[in-house]
């Protein structure tokens, strides 16, 4: 299965649809040697998305300004239950594997009161999403998001704006990441306090669901 490391991604951003560059790019990323389908495009007054469902990822282009970030889709192991009269959503092949690679084996976490030191937690060098990924892997990996938020068709998401990565060169760059967790509804197993909450301390469960969908965007200078 073909690998994308997100830092691969850095000098495709800025980059136009019609990137020989980025096609070539693309095309190492399908699991066979056929040519890569047209993408489904859809747009929007501040975006455009390049759709490749084979590939399992979406590109979004920004008005004069190129690629401004990439989201790959983690399939759902279960069909989703549809309301009547939604439309189908669209179908995504599983994506490529994805690994980051960290410059350093801890993360700094700011202090919690002013004149405290920071602190510093000890964390793996690589970490390779999984189809099972929660999102505790993904703060136990990056830290504490830079932002979250629920709502809308988003579900819930968390953010880290800016996440050093190494590249294969031993140098490093920059990438923002954005995590939308999967509501696994009906189906989530509650922990003993879970039931206790009831309903409630919905980021204490979230921290147990799967990634539906990961975006590395351009980090701005």
Known sequence: MPTLDPSDLIPLFSQ???SPTLTTYLQSLSPSSTPIPPPEIKSYPDSTYHNYHPLGLSLSFRPNKGLSSIDIYNPPPHPIPKRANQAPSPVYSPPPEVTLHFPSDN????PKKEGDKPLSIPRPTTFSLKANSTGRDFVSHLGEPTRKGSGGWTGLWLE???VSLKVADGGE?????MVELRDPGAREMMTEEGRRKGMGGVWERASRWEWGNVKFFKVEQ
């Open 160 to 162: 880290w704006s800016d």
């Open 107 to 110: 993360i700094i976490l700011p």
């Open 16 to 18: 136009p649809p019609s």
């Open 173 to 177: 760059v920059r990438v923002g990441v």
